[in-house]
């Protein structure tokens, strides 16, 4: 097992696995103060049917095409709701629900068929799903290591931007800030996070995190600045330990070991947080 | 010189009109007080000229230029219910947002702003709170955090949307001697406000307003039984008290 992490292409999925989890935590923060969990959680399952799609057009694996099908089908996702919420009388939480399910049937039903039609090397398009870190080649890690470290810098320029359109965004535009540009700049980097995240973490469980990193560290601090890098160091932590995890239990898928390793934070969290956390807070009223 | 002129100013939410026509003039070093019956559309005014709705017509003017042109020398006090007041920010991080502006895109606040943004909270009598988050604050509290930020923005003209709205009687002086002070310093400040009794007091301009325009102009002349009829129609007789000391002074 220790021949195992000392091999130089885990340990390079490990540093992208940390660079993954740390760049999650960070746009997590603004993603779960923004309250679009939910829409970010629909723009990630939204992201099979590219991927499938690609695969169906171009009967070849190749990564980058993969990545830019599931941007296409995401932004749709993501335009469709807002589309549904203005001219319609459907409520946010049912609009994002039902646009969520039928991106994510529209993928299965992609996977379903180029697994019963297409010959030849299937490239484990599944992993897609629930993620497979130990699927990952040199170059796919190259991606996600420079991706993140890319979503990181533009997260800490924007960083005073971002607390104050997310906080009081007529005021910011007041002041004359470019609030839509910076909608836009939040929303590239969610839907960059996602598609760099599927092949490791998965469509399904890669919004979650998203959150769990972020509503973990929002236990410790009352201060944004301190929650975005403890969020990152939660995202990574749980980021290197579901990858370990499931390459040393061959064939674990990756994704939800690394869901599991943010539950446990978030639970000790939520006991123990210093600010609002569960037990803190009995200690706290039993002084008084 | 006129600090601000509206002039034809139309809003409709969903094809309703909330505001038709509006046409106004605000004198530079004026207390405006804006008065009008809910719905009246006052919200609605300061975020259109403020350009934070869209507008169907309307041309906005701020000492006499366009007011995309003179963004920087307007502050705005929205109303306390308008932010996340669990959001993980203390007061001193909220009072350094109105020197956004100032410090441009990108770049940290420094030094010299975060001692403005002290400043600015030490003037509302907040400096022991800089470091408490904001939901832990009162609500008068939480207003003079807002009042503190548009200090720091140290603007020209100031929007204030109904900021007595819950505030004890110490923070309401508060906010009126600030803006007395703004006032003192030539600028000019336009205040939402609801409490009939108080108006001649705090304001010497006013802009009556449903909809469109009632009067605007001094509080002597336009500051009317004869307008806050028109102004506030049949729901004038809820008015009590306030219209009988109306009718003495008429
Ligand atoms: N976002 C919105 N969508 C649709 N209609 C709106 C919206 N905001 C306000 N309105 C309507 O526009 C009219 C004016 O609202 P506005 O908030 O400007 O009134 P106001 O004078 O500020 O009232 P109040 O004294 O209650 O604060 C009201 O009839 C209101 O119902
Ligand atoms: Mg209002």
Redesign the pocket.
């Not at chain 2, 809910?38 to 609605?44: D, F, L, V």
């Given at each position: 097992m220790f021949d195992l992490l000392s091999n130089a292409n885990t340990q390079w999925v490990l540093i992208g696995s940390i660079m993954l989890g740390f760049a999650s935590g960070v746009i997590g923060s603004f993603v779960l103060l923004k309250k679009q969990s939910l829409i970010s959680d629909a723009m990630a399952h939204a992201t099979l049917p590219g991927v499938g799609l690609m695969y169906i057009i171009f009967e070849y694996k190749s990564i980058p095409l993969f990545l830019i099908g599931a941007t296409i089908t995401a932004l749709l996702a993501t335009y469709s709701i807002q589309l549904i919420i203005k001219h319609s009388r459907i409520k946010t939480d049912a609009a994002i629900g039902s646009v969520l399910s039928v991106f994510f049937a529209l993928g299965i039903v992609f996977l379903t068929y180029i697994s019963k039609n297409t010959s030849g090397n299937r490239s484990g398009l599944d992993d897609f799903i629930f993620g497979q870190a130990a699927s990952l080649v040199a170059s796919d890690v190259r991606m996600i290591t420079i991706g993140s470290a890319i979503l990181i810098i533009l997260s800490a320029l924007f960083f005073k931007e971002f607390k104050i359109t997310i906080f009081d965004p007529l005021y910011a535009m007041g002041l004359g800030l470019p609030v839509r540009f910076l909608n836009l700049v939040l929303l590239g980097l969610v839907v960059g996070i996602v598609v760099i995240g599927i092949q490791m973490v998965g469509v399904v469980l890669i919004a979650a995190l998203l959150i769990t990193p972020p509503l973990s560290a929002r236990y410790w601090t009352d201060k944004l600045g301190r929650m975005t890098i403890l969020s990152g160091v939660f995202g990574a932590v749980s980021g290197v330990a579901g990858t370990v995890i499931s390459t040393i239990g061959e064939g674990l898928p990756t994704g939800p070991i690394i869901v599991l390793c943010a539950s446990i934070i978030f639970l000790f969290s939520l006991l123990f947080g210093s600010k609002k956390g569960f037990i803190p807070k009995v200690v706290s009223t039993h002084e008084l | 010189m006129n600090a601000l002129s509206v002039q034809n100013l139309t809003v409709t939410?969903?094809k309703t009109p909330?505001l038709q026509k509006v046409g106004f003039e605000i004198p530079k070093g004026s207390l405006t007080g804006i008065i009008?019956p809910?719905?009246?559309?006052?919200?609605?005014l300061i975020k259109a000229i403020l350009q934070l709705i869209p507008r169907i017509s309307g041309d906005i003017q701020v000492y006499g230029k366009p007011y995309h042109r003179q963004r920087r020398l307007i502050g705005y006090v929205p109303q306390r219910s308008e932010v996340d007041w669990d959001f993980p920010t203390s007061a001193l991080d909220v009072v350094l947002m109105g020197r956004y502006g100032h410090i441009g895109l990108i770049k940290r606040p420094g030094k010299k702003e975060i001692q403005i943004a002290k400043e600015a909270l030490r003037k509302v009598g907040m400096e022991e709170y800089q470091d408490r988050q904001i939901s832990q604050l009162s609500g008068g509290q939480q207003q003079r955090v807002f009042l503190a930020r548009a200090l720091a923005q140290d603007a020209q003209i100031y929007f204030m949307d109904e900021p007595f709205v819950g505030v004890d009687a110490a923070t309401e002086k508060a906010i009126i001697q600030l803006m007395q002070e703004w006032k003192e310093e030539g600028k000019t400040v336009l205040v939402v406000h609801h409490d009939l009794q108080t108006v001649e007091d705090y304001f010497d301009h006013v802009l009556l307003l449903n909809k469109s325009p009632v009067g605007c102009g001094p509080t002597q002349k336009v500051f009317t039984m004869e307008n806050l009829k028109q102004t506030y129609g049949g729901s004038l007789k809820f008015l009590g008290e306030n219209s009988v000391v109306l009718q003495e002074r008429v």
């Open positions: - | 939410y969903d909330v009008g809910n719905g009246a559309g006052k919200s609605t």
